[in-house]
């Protein structure tokens, strides 16, 4: 079993963006700026948010944190998305979801400029994703595509199975995971709640993609010997052994599952890392305006 270290591939690809900012930032004078709007205090997208923000600053990026009260309207929040989108001093925007319960996320996310959409959940970046062209890969997607193609895993051919649909991960995954691109070229079966027997189809997967947010869901017994196995779960639990007050697990029952894996990644220190690195490429991208021209 070898583990597909997000930590060190973070690391690496982290020092690349700096060096590439750098040349950019002294090129243009002017760093690339990435904007987070968080609603509410959720003590999760908290955490999120600050990490983004941190590791912005550690690449070299301006990075602006706007924070609202829970109570915001959704007008208000998408007026203030539109006077972003037209600030030229902006490179990227991004709105932490959750969102509460009377903000609608689809309208949201649709007037955020695709062209700073660094989240890559516009639609227009959605299509475009489908298409094979180029555009902003929801960052979490993306970065498991950049730890695979760090590793030179060879996925052509290979049966993926990912576990969860939703927008934000197991649906781009399936796209990028089936389209005509190393890593990419597998057969792609995506699978939801409604699926029936989803042991016998996780079986069926060289590769398993987790993305449910349920503690330990994929165990041994739905895993075949060998397969690669990527786990996006991050499910927080109270805990009096950390400093930070809890603890995160996967969706993988790792201890279980590691032995089975030819390739597994550990939560903490697998995709979470990866994700951020997915961010800050989309987020330089869009200050060189090498995927859609400026302005
Ligand atoms: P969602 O809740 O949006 O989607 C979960 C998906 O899992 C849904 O498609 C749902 O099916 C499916 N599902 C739920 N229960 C079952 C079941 N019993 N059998 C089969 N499928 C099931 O979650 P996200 O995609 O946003 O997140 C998934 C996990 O990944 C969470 O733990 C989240 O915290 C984590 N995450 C981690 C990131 C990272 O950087 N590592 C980034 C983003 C998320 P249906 O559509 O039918 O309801």
Redesign the pocket.
Known sequence: MNILDGKEVSTKIKEDIKVETAAFTAASGRKPHLVAILVGNDG?SETYVASKMRNCELVGFESTNIRYDVEVSEAELIAKIQEINKDPNIDGLIVQLPLPAHIDPDKVTEAIDHRKDVDGFHPINLGRMQRNLPCFIP??PY?IMLMLAHYGIDTAGKHAVV????????SPMSILLARNSNPGNCTVTL?????KD?KTEVLRGDIIVA????KN?VTADMVKDGAIVID????RENSTETKSGFKLYG?VDFDNVAPKASWITP?PG???L??IVGLLKNTLEAAKGTIYAKG
């Open positions: 999760g960052a979490t970065g576990v969860g649909r939703s927008n934000i991960v197991g699978t939801h709640s409604k699926t989803l993305a449910i947010g349920k869901f996006v779960g991050i499910n969706d939560v697998g995709v979470g990866m994700t």
